[in-house]
């Protein structure tokens, strides 16, 4: 599968930015699909993933309800909504995917096979 990650922009601190995650290939259903963020200096952390099937979400402890992740099979698409946006979300965010991912993994990196470019996010005090 590939991915393409889109809707990066520079925004104000307390504004929202939406997040599209496009992609292409088959049996897009059978993916997990996660969002990590870097930000320069430091290393990718885990923001956001969906489930396959079902649909289980799962968020990075910094996120405290100010991000939802939703996923439209039709199309391909993973969205993040982004709102109450600080300065130090500032990062480049990237989506990623794998097949049939096993529930402990959906934080790590490493078992990511699909990784689209990163689409930046820059938010001003």
């Known amino acids: 599968v590939q991915l393409q990650a889109s809707g990066g922009g520079l925004v104000q601190a307390g504004g929202s930015r939406r997040l599209t995650c496009s992609a292409s290939?088959?049996?897009?259903?059978?993916?997990?699909v996660a969002w990590f963020r870097q930000a320069p200096g430091k290393a990718r952390e885990f923001v956001s993933a969906?489930?396959?099937?079902?649909?289980?979400?799962y968020y990075g402890d910094f996120v405290k309800g100010r991000f939802t992740i939703s996923r439209d099979n039709d199309k391909k698409m993973v969205y993040l909504q982004m709102n109450s946006l600080q300065p130090d979300d500032t990062a480049a965010y990237y989506c990623?995917?794998?097949?049939?991912?096993?529930?402990?993994?959906?934080?790590?990196?490493?078992?990511?096979?699909?990784w689209g470019q990163g689409t930046q996010v820059t938010v001003s005090s």
């Open positions: 290939g088959r049996f897009f259903i059978n993916y997990t």
């Open positions: 990623a995917a794998a097949s049939f991912l096993y529930n402990d993994y959906y934080g790590t990196e490493r078992y990511y096979n699909f």
């Open positions: 969906i489930k396959y099937g079902i649909g289980t979400k």
